[in-house]
Nanobody, 119 residues
């Protein structure tokens, strides 16, 4: 099993940036596909970005393309989400998750980190 802990959330003004980090313990994160998901209040959880384990192939939701970047640091056993040009509608709890394949299902989840973007 792998345990995941997110960090880096906070309050930022619209147009600003945040970098979220997903730290893993228990197993090397490089052996998993990793995804970032988010859930805003009153809404369903949605996928934001994913990165494959084999070739670092990435996928992004249309609403973050060009603004967010997912990346791995295998030495640190982390996956990060660089978020630029943040908008108030990006406000949500962000979760990282790990699974066997990019398309899911994702079996292991972190506890989430709150991102709030003020207008």
């Amino acid at each position: 099993q792998v345990q995941l802990v997110e960090s880096g959330g906070g309050l930022v003004q619209a147009g600003g940036s945040l970098r979220l980090s997903c730290a893993a313990s228990g197993r090397p994160l490089r052996t998993y596909a990793v995804g970032w998901f988010r859930q805003a209040a009153g809404k369903e959880r949605e996928v934001v970005a994913r990165i494959n384990w084999a070739n670092d192939n990435t996928r992004y939701a249309d609403f973050v393309k060009g603004r967010f970047t997912i990346s791995r640091d295998n030495a640190q056993n982390t996956v990060s989400l660089q978020m630029n040009s943040l908008k108030p509608e990006d406000t949500a709890v962000y979760y990282c998750a790990a699974g066997t394949v990019l398309i899911g299902p994702y079996d292991y989840w972190g506890q989430g980190t709150q991102v709030t973007v003020s207008s």
